[in-house]
């Protein structure tokens, strides 16, 4: 691991005269070589047990825009699938999966060390990855946090307002905390493993942070992600952690400190000048452009991509969207987002 590279520059709190860029989502649909590859392999989740096409797909964005960061190409609910649960993905709708409404559903799920078999694909896609990639590219392994990945097992699918998960709170607290303990387990074994096989950061994706609120905010966004950050320092000496706790609003400005979090990332909820002065003092922040900007480019996205550059200068920064890069995206318009922060 070198310490050249400009991602481990930034998260070690260094601030560089230019931001080194990745991107949410940066394999997929957008990309015509990504669909090509997923039609390749057959359907997304083929595609992702698929050592040899997801590490391809994970190298096409790094190919055609040379980003300083590559993320490991899966899906953080391939870490409930490996836990017993059943997952598919419905066309056009998203992910379903069978629910834990009991606690024969929390006693149904395999323990931590029992995962590896069902995921070995995903640590050979790490080692093919950490081979491949550009010496100056970071290879960024990732799992979802266990608030997020529990409002999917709880409700088997996606929600707007993850309103099982928090009924399942209130009306069984016990059965709730035994999904997240035993997400938190698994995630330390699933990223561990990562790390072992050549990731050199970790990112959390708490993706539905943001609808925890006050004492739920820290006993199941922060505390989990602090617990896995702490075990995976312990074993991995040096390893840096990004969070990304979406949605958290001024929520942000604590949860460098409660996760223990290298680096903190923002959605565009927040503004580049409020994080500046209220998260980016403690380290390095990653985010915040509104993906939407990917679709619409024109000046707007030139202006709103200087806004950002320019209001995280004054300390480590890694620049990158808001949220995933959506599949309506214009790949030309990327171009202009890197050319923007790069040429000045
Ligand atoms: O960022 C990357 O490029 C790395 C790979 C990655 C994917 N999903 C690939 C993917 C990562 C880090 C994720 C995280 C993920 N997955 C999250 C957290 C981040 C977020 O977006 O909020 C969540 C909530 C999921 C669960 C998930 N996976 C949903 C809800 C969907 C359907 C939505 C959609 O865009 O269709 C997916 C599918 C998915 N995961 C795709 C990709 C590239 C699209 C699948 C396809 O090719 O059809």
Redesign the pocket.
């Known amino acids: 691991m070198t310490k050249d590279k400009t991602i481990l520059r930034a998260l070690a709190g260094e601030t560089l005269p230019t931001p080194p860029i990745w ?7 957008y990309l015509p070589e ?1 669909r090509a590859t ?1 039609a390749e392999a057959g359907d ?1 989740l083929s ?1 992702c047990y698929n050592s040899e096409l997801a590490a391809e797909v994970t190298l096409q964005p790094i190919r055609r825009y040379g980003f300083d960061a590559s ?7 391939l870490l409930p699938q490996a836990m017993g649960m059943d997952l598919w ?1 419905e066309t056009g709708e ?2 379903r999966l069978s629910t834990i409404t009991d606690q024969a559903g929390v006693d149904a799920l395999k323990p931590a060390d029992a995962i590896h078999d069902h995921l070995a694909p995903v640590y050979e896609t790490v080692r093919i990855l950490s081979r491949e990639l550009p010496s100056e590219t970071t290879l960024i392994g ?1 799992a ?1 946090a266990p608030w ?1 990945v529990a409002t ?1 097992m709880i409700a088997g699918r ?1 929600t707007p307002d993850q309103g099982p998960a928090h009924a399942l709170k209130a009306e069984n607290r016990a059965v709730f905390e035994g999904v997240i303990n035993s997400l938190t387990d698994a995630t330390i074994e699933y990223l561990s493993m990562q790390v072992q096989a050549g990731a050199e950061v970790i ?1 959390l ?1 708490d ?2 942070a943001g609808s925890l609120q006050g004492d739920d905010f820290d006993a199941y966004s922060l505390a989990p992600m602090q617990r896995i950050t702490a075990e995976l320092k312990a074993r991995h000496p040096g390893l840096p952690i990004i969070a ?1 706790p ?1 949605g958290a609003g001024e929520r942000y400005a604590d949860a460098r400190a409660g996760i223990g979090a290298d680096c903190i990332a923002v959605d565009d909820a927040v503004s580049a000048e409020w994080v500046a002065d209220n998260v980016q003092p403690g380290g390095c922040v990653q985010g915040n452009l509104a993906s939407s900007h990917m679709v619409t480019g024109g000046d707007a996205l030139v202006s709103e991509t200087r806004r950002i550059v320019d209001a995280l200068s004054g300390g480590p920064h890694i620049f990158n969207l808001g ?2 890069i ?2 309506d995206a214009d790949p030309e318009n990327v171009t202009k987002m890197i050319e923007t922060i790069r040429g000045g």
Do not use: E, V
Not at 23 to 29: C, P
Not at 71 to 77: G, K, V
């Open positions: 991107m949410m989502r940066q394999a997929g649909r990504y997923r997304f595609l993320i490991l190409f899966a899906d953080i609910l993905f998203g992910p990732f979802g997020t999917y996606g990112k994706f993706s539905w990304f979406r949220h995933g959506t599949p």
